[in-house]
């Protein structure tokens, strides 16, 4: 229960004087047969990993792994290729069959994160297309950069949002920059199509709350309850507009009581 908004007190009343609530719960109840008629099984895909390549099980593309799978499905080579060093190449690409859908995940993975950050649909075909032979290479792509959560920050709307030249924010101990945006999920689970996203920067903790809308005084709400739990951050990075920023800092000053100042300059030429 979330008492912190209302005014309560708190009263002890002894166990010999609170005997309603002993009785109560001493009442004898009447077992009640719950039969089952039918058990439904929903499958449910695999949760998307954000950072593969730090994951422990994550496995890189070998050579061996590549010709182990162009060995079990050699019937459906393109034609026109050759072989070097036991591995199939196709007009000088290496050949990578599209049945094998761990190894494409693999390419795809380390075409897309890294260093780089998160690619996009294009820059990560002129990347592929240089060195692999794949077959519906562009769907694939493409159907990969769309699961993408990280990347869908960076896209509103299709257009990439263009970020600014300045310096990054490290944090150096837990709750120190916390980082909030939403993302859209589409019509996938009806009229919640929006997920507020909030994250530590240093423990890359996550909070994931359903919307309706992505509504500024839902991202109040989600901040206080962030507060409440783990202290107030010294630092908030929402990636939304300065029109955004605004009503927030305007909705935090009037739910805690507190007063937004402005300085202005004024410049005087003699």
Known sequence: MKLSGSRYTIEHVNGEDNHWADMVSRWPVSEVVVKVKAVRTLSQPSPSILRPLQDESFEWPSRQAVRDAQERYRDSQPELTDQREGLIYVEGKLWIPIQVNELLTRVLIVAHCGIQAHRGIQVMLNQLQRSYAIENM???????????????????????????????????????????????????????????????????????????????????????????????????????????????????????????????????HG
Not at 147 to 165: M, N, S, T, V
Not at 217 to 225: E, G, H, P, R, T
Request: with cysteine.
């Open 138 to 268: 562009r769907e694939l792509v493409t159907q990969f950069v769309n699961r993408c959560l990280l990347f869908q920050a960076y896209i509103k709307g299709g257009k990439l949002i263009r970020r600014p030249w300045s310096e990054t924010e490290t944090a150096l101990k837990r709750n120190e920059v916390l980082h909030m945006d939403y993302i859209s999920m589409g019509d996938s689970y009806g009229a919640t199509k929006y997920v507020l996203v909030l994250k530590d920067e240093l423990t890359h903790f996550c909070e994931l709350i359903a919307y309706d809308s992505p509504m500024s005084d839902v991202a109040v709400s989600a901040i206080l309850d962030w507060y409440k739990r783990f202290g107030l951050p010294a630092k908030w990075v929402p990636d939304n507009g300065t029109h955004f920023k605004s009503l927030i800092m305007s909705e935090l000053a009037t739910r805690l009581h507190g007063v937004q100042s402005f300085v202005g300059l004024c410049i005087h």
